[in-house]
């Protein structure tokens, strides 16, 4: 029970030396073996100079505790008070020091061959040279002679029993501490050249991984591009000219390439119609579902233009279902179609569009007629239905047409734009008949823009279309 007690307070005078915090291995093991050295060379000085004055050799009893003291305040200022100092240094001049008070009282002091053969070595140890363990067996075995032989051969320079034991403890010592340092510092620059070569080979994985992604990055911005340039292409390069309406777009993409789009319909010459749709989400793939949508919707419209707009939609939803294989995306969008003073309209779940004509307030045709906004295109293909509407228009009325970001649109104050915001801008805009298309778009986008003047980004496809009947 004693032996484990005294075996536990060891271990953490251990601790108290080597410290709890986490440390590289090399570091650990330094001071661990600076601890069991303090915990050694301590405790023998102190007793070989109790020793000393209890036999009444005073000089050489005060040495001993002398030393003893410089070792124990060493440990602290090592372990508490400068703690990165070199443990090699510091232990390799302890270790120095310990060589020369041993010969000195091992009667040497007129053998200058001893002190020759034992400061070089001492010399490269206490500055912590690498080759510590060489000069460590080399300082031992030149020190054998002086050990073993007699003081009939030596004189006066030969070491007696009491003084050869203490030597060979000491070069014991000092060859374990050097080997252990060694060793650790072999191992730790062994594990440095590995973890070398280990961040090298990671890095190149990491340069190589950089290096494909760069290329796909650019890649993917060649592609952007490409379906930007198409998706640009397909839309209409300007507006048509017409005897009886006036124009005005505004489209911008959220990331270059858009889920909106918008045709405009001309037969024999003559501006017939006009439509604007909204694919669900957007990017890349709404953009290319748009490429789809707006060819077949093209030929629909324009294969008979004599039929009601509802049947033209039900025939443009066919094909959508089966050209998209009722994907999860999906399709809104309104038709128009021009027959003399007359606009004849089929929405398909998409945002109602807004008349101003002549002195009266602006007006939903769709809500006024009692109709029903028609499903969404390209999700079913039966039971599915696309009322039509129409109305009239005289000279100097207005029609406004926008994708649903208009209406959804929020500022920083989580608040969206909303419906009768754009009723009260495009009232504001068209209560002037003078002005042109143009105009009142100009001032719709006015207002919206400075609702969402804090805004970094849009975060949808905005498309916003103004009609003018001008004659």
């Known amino acids: 029970m004693y032996i484990r007690k005294m075996f536990k307070a060891f271990v953490k005078l251990l601790y108290l030396i080597t410290g709890k915090e986490k440390l590289s291995s090399e570091t650990r093991r330094k001071r661990l073996m600076a601890a069991i050295f303090y915990s050694i060379t301590i405790p023998i000085t102190v007793i070989l100079g109790f020793h000393h004055l209890l036999h009444n050799d005073a000089a050489l009893g005060y040495?001993?505790?002398?030393?003893?003291?410089?070792?124990?305040?060493?440990?602290?200022?090592?372990?508490?008070?400068?703690?990165?100092?070199?443990?090699?240094?510091?232990?390799?001049?302890?270790?120095?020091?310990?060589?020369?008070?041993?010969?000195?009282?091992?009667?040497?002091?007129?053998?200058?061959?001893?002190?020759?053969?034992?400061?070089?070595?001492?010399?490269?140890?206490?500055?912590?040279?690498?080759?510590?363990?060489?000069?460590?067996?080399?300082?031992?075995?030149?020190?054998v002679p002086?050990?073993?032989?007699?003081?009939?051969?030596?004189?006066?320079?030969?070491?007696?029993?009491?003084?050869?034991?203490?030597?060979?403890?000491?070069?014991?010592?000092?060859?374990?501490?050097?080997?252990?340092?060694?060793?650790?510092?072999?191992?730790?620059?062994?594990?440095?050249?590995?973890?070398?070569?280990?961040?090298?080979?990671?890095?190149?994985?990491?340069?190589?991984?950089?290096?494909?992604?760069?290329?796909?990055?650019?890649?993917?911005?060649d592609n952007m591009r490409m379906a930007i340039t198409v998706q640009r292409n397909i839309l209409p390069k300007s507006v048509p000219e017409s005897p009886e309406w006036e124009t005005a777009v505004y489209y911008q993409?959220?990331?270059?390439?858009?889920?909106?789009?918008?045709?405009?319909?001309?037969?024999?010459?003559?501006?017939?119609?006009?439509?604007?749709?909204?694919?669900?989400?957007?990017?890349?793939?709404?953009?290319?579902?748009?490429?789809?949508?707006?060819?077949?919707?093209?030929?629909?419209?324009?294969?008979?233009?004599?039929?009601?707009?509802?049947?033209?939609?039900?025939?443009?939803?066919?094909?959508l279902c089966r050209e998209l294989m009722r994907d999860t995306n999906f399709i809104t969008g309104i038709l128009l179609r021009f027959v003399g003073n007359e606009v004849r309209c089929v929405s398909a779940g998409h945002p109602p569009m807004f008349v101003r004509s002549g002195l009266e307030t602006v007006k939903m045709p769709d809500k006024e007629k009692g109709q029903v906004i028609g499903s969404l295109l390209g999700v079913f293909d039966n039971d599915v239905t696309f009322p039509e509407y129409a109305f009239t228009v005289a000279r100097g009325d207005y029609i406004l047409l926008y994708t649903d970001y208009l209406v959804e649109s929020q500022s920083n104050v989580i608040e969206q734009y909303g419906q009768q915001r754009i009723i009260d801008s495009f009232n504001r805009a068209a209560s002037d008949s003078s002005l042109s298309a143009g105009d009142v778009l100009e001032a719709v986008l006015g207002d919206f823009n400075s609702f969402n003047y804090d805004s970094d980004r849009p975060r949808d496809d905005l498309t916003v279309v103004v009609l003018k009947r001008i004659v």
């Open 63 to 143: 040495a001993n505790l002398g030393v003893a003291a410089f070792l124990t305040g060493s440990f602290f200022i090592s372990r508490f008070i400068k703690r990165d100092i070199s443990v090699d240094t510091f232990n390799s001049l302890l270790f120095f020091l310990f060589f020369a008070y041993t010969l000195y009282r091992g009667r040497c002091m007129d053998y200058l061959s001893i002190w020759v053969l034992m400061y070089p070595p001492g010399m490269f140890l206490m500055v912590g040279k690498n080759r510590g363990l060489f000069w460590s067996v080399l300082l031992f075995v030149y020190a």
């Open 253 to 319: 993409p959220m990331a270059g390439v858009s889920g909106d789009f918008y045709d405009f319909y001309e037969q024999d010459g003559r501006y017939i119609g006009m439509g604007i749709f909204d694919v669900s989400g957007h990017g890349i793939a709404s953009g290319l579902i748009t490429t789809i949508a707006k060819s077949n919707i093209f030929r629909q419209y324009i294969a008979d233009t004599s039929a009601p707009l509802s049947r033209v939609m039900e025939n443009i939803n066919t094909v």
């Open 146 to 221: 002086v050990m073993v032989l007699p003081e009939t051969i030596l004189g006066p320079c030969g070491y007696n029993e009491q003084y050869t034991l203490r030597y060979l403890i000491t070069y014991t010592l000092l060859v374990f501490f050097s080997y252990s340092n060694e060793m650790s510092r072999q191992e730790f620059y062994t594990s440095l050249e590995e973890e070398k070569e280990k961040v090298e080979h990671r890095n190149n994985e990491l340069q190589s991984a950089i290096k494909k992604l760069e290329d796909y990055q650019e890649e993917f911005i």
